[in-house]
């Protein structure tokens, strides 16, 4: 995997650092040269293929909630291989038009973290770049999806949790334990960290969704990761869910993180071929890659 130094090198002004494949469940099952062709139109110059790494056997002992979401969340271990040779075959394919960084999304169990770290250490060094996530939140009842349906995100999470609010806390919690927990070859890119508020627009206007500990979890989760000369997702693709309608982190955080010198790569969180420039001029004219 490269270097923290090596991935703050790069130059944000045409790095797209969050995209998926054909490999995901979820998506729209486009091949991935076709996003590396779209990317190449878009002006693109290095370009993150992050799939989402396969989830831990032990989380599927005990599935609740959407079976979508819990079938859906990542391929499968034994099509590690055939992944990993088909993107580094495209990285050579397309070396002079592209700089393609093959890597994936790691989910971060802290019940799994072991296992996560196992993984880490038989794959980071055939990868160049990676995303640390949360999708997923204890429920008494077990692992739940945040991100699935806005149904399964009311009847699960927040049933579990009492409001929004405590779901944001919860989250942030988690992903304060991902930016604190230290294993080699652990990624130093954040991604989406305002994922609990993917379905806000489908809650009333004046539902709360951040109080005196949600901003502190979040000045303390962006200082660790200053301090730890880590990355963050600038993650648009939420900017065009009708449910959400903002980037993430929202615009008063990306502030803060800019002004904590924290590297914010662009992330359009490419599930389509479609979408892998969406919310790049946003990017580019806030400034948010300075």
Not at 160 to 184: C, F, I, K, M, T
Not at 216 to 226: D, N, Q, V
């Amino acid at each position: 995997m490269l270097s923290k130094t090596a991935l703050q090198d790069i130059d944000r002004r045409t790095w797209s650092g969050h995209n998926h494949t054909e490999f995901c469940p979820h998506g729209s099952g486009e091949d991935v040269e076709d996003y590396i062709q779209a990317a190449i139109a878009q002006g693109f110059k290095t370009y993150s293929i992050t799939e989402h790494f396969p989830l831990p056997p032990a989380f599927y002992q005990h599935p609740v909630g959407s079976r979508h979401a819990v079938y859906t969340a990542s391929f499968g271990q034994v099509e590690l291989p055939a992944y990993l040779e088909k993107m580094t075959r495209l990285k050579e394919t397309y070396r002079s038009q592209l700089k393609i960084l093959v890597g994936f999304e790691f989910d971060f169990f802290p019940e799994f973290s072991d296992w996560t770290a196992t993984q880490l250490a038989q794959y980071g060094a055939q990868i160049d770049d990676a995303i640390l996530s949360v999708h997923f939140l204890p429920t008494p009842q077990g692992l739940r999806a945040i991100d699935d349906t806005a149904t399964d995100f009311k009847n699960g999470v927040v049933a579990a949790y009492g409001s929004p609010l405590a779901v944001a806390n919860a989250y942030l919690e988690r992903l304060q334990a991902a930016a604190d927990w230290q294993v080699p070859n652990k990624p130093s890119r954040y991604g989406h960290i305002m994922l609990y508020r993917k379905w806000r627009n489908t809650f009333p206007a004046r539902t709360v969704w951040a109080d005196e500990t949600t901003d502190r979890r979040l000045m303390k989760l962006l200082t660790t990761i200053a301090d730890h000369n880590e990355l963050l997702d600038c993650n648009f693709a939420g900017l065009f869910r009708p449910t959400q309608t903002e980037f993430t982190p929202t615009f008063p955080w990306v502030q803060v993180a800019q002004t904590k010198q924290i590297p914010l790569v662009f992330g359009a969180d490419a599930h389509n071929v479609a979408a892998v420039g969406q919310g790049y001029n946003t990017y580019l004219e806030n400034h948010f890659n300075a």
